[in-house]
């Protein structure tokens, strides 16, 4: 098991030491522990790509990297769950998440924790239709990949495990979730019809209270429901019905 801090600041390393001396002066930090680069640069090194690797491969879906995302995008195939944490986390929950790591399921698991504040908590939750963003100290992505020989499952109850361990630590009603990081876990559409009722479980979780006005912009834009996958917004039915149709 091993713990690793990955970071991005918009400047120069001279801005960024008497920053850092300031407010982490127990990191040590020192101008040979940081790498300038572009903002493009930085992107290619986050993703996991080495060094001497083209910038054009961040164009290019089926190109393998070193990195957490692309180990988990690469590996074969990965399940992932997501939380928001507005309390830190007592020292003994601790425990129970090393429990989990030290399975064998675990050996091939990530748990990312992506700090927030400042900026995200400055824009209102209802300004875009991303509403995390004032009260959280920071979001976690639970992953866990496996290969094409090993069986699914025991991958899937594991981070399941993980994430019910987790429960009494993060946001609740709703325990928000995180969209980009899709979980069929909370909910799916149906086959047919999905009643507005029905989507607001995993709905919620992602948008909030942003998840009513979606409906509206998903009943104008789309209101026969032509673009769908298994957690897309419904449309209202009570529209076509007014419309004739």
Known sequence: MAASFSSLFLGGVDRL???????FPELGLTKEDCIEM???????????????????????????????????????????KSDYVKQPIPENAFKG????????DGETAFMLLVPYGRKM???????????????????????VTWGEDETSQSH???????????????????????????????GTNNQGHTSIKQASIWGNKYFKNNFKRLVHVKTMVDPYDFFKNEQSIPPLTSWRKKNGD
Not at 97 to 104: G, K, L, R, S
Not at 121 to 143: C, V, W
Request: glycine share 6%; aromatic share 12%.
């Open 156 to 186: 899937i109850d594991w981070v399941r495990r993980l994430y019910s361990h987790m429960t009494p630590y993060v946001s609740e009603n709703p325990r928000e979730a995180y969209i980009n990081y899709r979980d069929l876990d909370i």
């Open 17 to 23: 030491l008497p920053l850092m001396q300031e407010s």
């Open 121 to 143: 908590s400055e824009i209102s939750e209802s300004e875009t239709p991303y509403p995390h963003r004032a009260g959280n100290i920071y979001q976690i992505l639970y992953t």
């Open 97 to 104: 998440i090393y429990d989990n790591f030290n399975e064998e």
């Open 38 to 80: 572009s903002w493009i640069e930085s992107a290619h090194d986050l993703a996991g790509f080495n060094k001497g690797d083209p910038l054009d491969l961040l164009l290019d879906r089926n190109s393998r990297t070193n990195g957490v995302a692309g180990d988990a995008a690469t590996n074969g195939f990965f399940k992932s």
